[in-house]
């Protein structure tokens, strides 16, 4: 998979690319008033893999992005692999999100699964990954740590980890268990839908487990994303504790 060069800002971002290998990285700009710890750690890392670092003007940063904190990276394409590429625990916890129509609810949605500990992420080919700084930065650089395979559509992706043992579960409203009943400690490939489209029938018809997030008053609406996404996968972390 190829994509744009992009820039990542801030040091969150710059760093995790550095400590990742997520991307090549061509060169560190830091505003010559920048002293933080955070970002003075970043130039001394930089330094030390050979990595130009160079001292701008804040306003020449300004000019690149708003959110950037003093210190910006020009970066290659981040580094995908294929999905039989993941190398895999006993009791993996691999999820992929579909659908999901904005960068920063991506990016989000990828904090909360690096945070809980997912062992890799699925993602279709044409991904929120190319929007790189807003989706960094939502993540606070997870986005270039996690572990990330590309697959054309979900299909491929159950078709291929079930080969591997991962059980299929899917959020999901009908004919579904409660996330709090159902067992997560299995090897265990999750699919987590936008809030628009969701996931499509078909493939939550062939789903070995249908999850649904217990509400504690009647509601009807479903959760966004990333508040659903959170949810699941720190449920799946808690069980993996007990």
């Known amino acids: ?31 010559v008033d920048a002293d933080s710890p955070a970002i003075q750690r970043v130039a001394e890392l930089a330094d030390r893999r050979g990595i130009s670092v160079r001292r701008v003007s804040r306003d020449a940063l300004d000019a690149e992005g708003r959110t950037h904190g003093g210190i910006v990276a020009s970066v290659g394409p981040r580094r995908f692999l294929a999905l039989d590429e993941l190398t895999l625990p006993e009791r993996p916890f691999v999820a992929m999100l579909d659908g999901v129509e904005d960068p920063y609810n991506f990016g989000q949605a990828v904090r909360s699964l690096y945070a809980a500990g997912v062992h890799g992420l699925v993602v279709r080919r044409r991904n929120w990954m190319s929007a790189a700084a807003t989706v960094a930065r939502a993540s606070a650089g997870a986005s270039e740590r996690i572990v990330t395979a590309v697959v054309d559509d979900p299909a491929e992706a159950v078709a291929t980890l079930r080969k591997r043992g991962l059980a299929f579960a899917c959020a999901h409203r009908r004919d579904a268990t409660p996330l709090t009943e159902a067992d997560l400690t ?39 994303t990333t508040s659903a996404t959170a949810v699941i996968a720190f449920e799946v972390a808690r069980q993996r504790r007990i």
Not at 5 to 27: F, H, K, Y
């Open 186 to 224: 299995v090897p265990l490939f999750v699919v987590i839908g936008g809030e628009r489209r969701g996931i499509s029938r078909t493939l939550a018809s062939d789903a070995d487990l249908r999850l649904v997030i217990q509400y504690g008053r009647r509601f009807e609406p479903a959760l966004d």
């Open 1 to 31: 998979m190829t994509e744009e060069n992009a820039t990542l800002e801030g040091a969150l971002s710059v760093r995790a690319a550095l400590d990742a290998g997520s991307r090549d990285i061509a060169e560190i700009r830091i505003a």
